[in-house]
């Protein structure tokens, strides 16, 4: 059996698991708090050298770290990954786009605005930071106005790497109520097979 190490209130993570649950595939969670530095023991960076989490131990032994390189791996042979060349590259496009324009301002904001303390000086950064997001959120609405879902072909796991941190943009103080395409595919991931909410 596979073994995820991951962090329940992560996105990155909670992409991982939603994906093992839509497979249907049993898994094994070793819950790591990075936030308390259980990312950061001489044990952990042995297993990924990064220093973060989620990370995917196969059967074998093999690891591999980066929550999209293991939605494409586990997704791999399933609906969720076309084997179409064009939509495979469609679908790597979205991941990549989460990975560089969107996480790094949805998700840090989210991280700042729960996480440290309210005098923080991290807390400085958040004006930039809903900057940034709300332009990965332009993107986005403007996309859903043509699709259902971000790949041609339907449901994907650029749906699932998008929805990680989207679901959660309110914490991090965005307001979603100009995007009402975004609050409809988020309803539609919500209404896939076997969809799990994120619990933490
Ligand atoms: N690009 C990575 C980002 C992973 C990441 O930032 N993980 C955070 C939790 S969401 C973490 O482990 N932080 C702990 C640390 O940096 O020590 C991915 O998509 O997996």
Same mark, same amino acid.
């Given at each position: ?17 939603l ?12 819950? %790591?708090? /990075? ?34 390189? %293991? ?6 042979? /399933? ?21 560089? /324009?969107?996480?790094?301002? %949805? ?15 991290? &807390? ?16 986005m609405e403007?996309?859903l106005?043509?699709h259902e879902f971000f790949?041609?072909?339907?449901y /994907?796991?650029?749906d699932i790497?998008l929805y990680?941190?989207t679901h959660e943009a309110a ?5 979603l109520a100009?995007y009402p395409r975004i609050r409809a595919w988020l309803a539609r991931v919500e209404a896939q097979p076997?969809f799990?909410a &994120?619990?933490?």
């Amino acid at each position: 059996m596979k073994t995820v190490y991951g962090m329940k209130a992560s996105g990155n993570c909670y992409k991982v698991q939603l994906l093992l649950e839509q497979l249907g595939e049993p898994y094994r969670w070793i819950e %790591i708090d /990075s936030v308390n530095g259980e990312t950061r023991t001489p044990e952990y960076l042995a297993k990924n050298p990064n220093g973060k989490v989620p990370l995917l131990e196969l059967e074998d032994g093999r690891l591999l770290p980066e929550s999209n390189a %293991i939605l494409c791996y586990l997704a791999e042979g /399933s609906p969720y990954l076309s084997t179409d060349r064009w939509l495979r590259a469609q679908t790597q496009q979205w991941l990549f786009f989460e990975q560089y /324009s969107h996480e790094p301002y %949805i998700a840090v904001a989210r991280f700042v605005a729960k996480w440290l303390p309210a005098d923080h000086p991290r &807390q400085a950064e958040l004006p930039k930071l809903r900057e940034r997001g709300y332009q990965a959120l332009d993107v986005m609405e403007k996309h859903l106005a043509k699709h259902e879902f971000f790949v041609e072909s339907g449901y /994907s796991i650029a749906d699932i790497a998008l929805y990680a941190y989207t679901h959660e943009a309110a914490i991090g103080g965005f307001d979603l109520a100009g995007y009402p395409r975004i609050r409809a595919w988020l309803a539609r991931v919500e209404a896939q097979p076997r969809f799990v909410a &994120q619990a933490y």
